[in-house]
């Protein structure tokens, strides 16, 4: 066969981890990894915590899977206990964050169209956004390398320049106004380059939805759940949105996700209106439960802040020893990006070699998304993993 058994869609790296413990990946041969990718910010107690191990253990010799034609306890309590630790009044559990976006669309579509306004269809997304790969988040970017080969799709999206306020409020005062039912954006950008939206560019987003009848969407899918040191990033920018999509490390390593609303938002979501078979199975919500029991606490979230000003710090007294290579350091707590003149995927690449794991993002953008439970020795052994790799690193020939 000419094509290998699992579909050729990643383009995967050398490393091939069998063991995972506390911030670090070993492969069969012992090699060792600092992991400050955390799978891509989903492994936020790190790996082999044992609090999540256990949780996990306890609840799989239980009840892993019953689906929702049952009453799921598990799923009642976890959305309780997000209602009280948010603006929430009403959540759907996913087992993914592009599943997450979906409910999220949906829930804006359905709510417009109850309200008596079918028309208000049209969701306003922003330039180099990442919402997934399903069919309807790709529609919702522009870029060309998720798009490409899939359409013609959906027009529900209109794209806009991100954090460029003037614009969209240009565009609200255009023939299109009528038809947008929504604003869907990411807080801080990953995929994008870890770009934060600005304050007053989400204030406005929030305020023009209030003046057009429209719903503000927030996907924090990568920067929700402790990742900026605040619980999620609408607390950190100070706007509350109507309805917020999560995943990543809510459940630890363990694929969950969900759909969080207003009660006015939902409006339009009742029996037959939207469904998951695996959504929400009590393994999974024993998942977030134990992630929550140690992320939601206050001291937990201090640290995080702490330990981001250290390591941004940190970063930023590595730059000028290597300015040739890198501009400077962007992001929110642990969600951080270092700027590189060159590009950020070979660096990455190759700084594997040094025995630290990071991730490419756009605009030549190397990502740090380390574990929630990194400490002072974690942020030292990065920055020196770092520094080792850019002091022999070869920049690749302009093409």
Known sequence: MAI??????????EVE???????????????????MAAGIAVNALGHSHPHLIGTIQKQAAT????????????????????VGLTFADTMFFTNSGVEAIECAVKTCRRHQF??????????????NAFHGRTMTAISATNQEKMRGGFEPLPDWFTVLPFDDLTAVEDFMNGPLADSVGGFMVEPIQGEGGVRPASKAFLQGLRDLADKHGALLIFDEVQCGVGRTGHL???????????????????????????????????SGMVVGTHGSTYGGNPLGMAACEAVLDVVAEPAFLENVRTMGDRL?????????????????????????GIKMKSDSRAFVNYARSHGVLTVAAADNVVRILP???????????CVEKLSAAASAYQRPAAA
């Open 4 to 13: 290998t058994p699992l579909m050729p869609v990643y383009g995967r790296c």
């Open 17 to 35: 981890p069998v063991r995972g413990e506390g911030c670090y990946l070993f492969d069969a041969d012992g090699n060792k990894w600092l992991d």
């Open 63 to 82: 009840l892993m899977h019953v689906s929702n034609l049952y009453k799921v306890p598990a799923q009642a309590h976890l959305a309780e206990r997000l």
């Open 114 to 127: 109850v309200e008596g306004h079918p028309e208000k269809y049209r969701i306003v997304t922003f330039s």
């Open 232 to 266: 999620f990033a609408y607390e950190y920018f100070g706007v509350t949105p109507d309805i917020m999509t999560i995943a990543k490390g809510i459940g630890g390593g363990f694929p969950v996700g969900a759909c969080l609303a207003t009660e006015k938002a939902a």
């Open 312 to 336: 941004r710090q940190a970063l930023e007294q590595m730059i000028p020893n290597h300015d040739d290579l890198f501009e400077d350091v962007r992001g929110v707590g642990l969600m951080l």
């Open 371 to 381: 574990p929630l439970i990194i400490d002072e020795s974690h942020i030292r052994e």
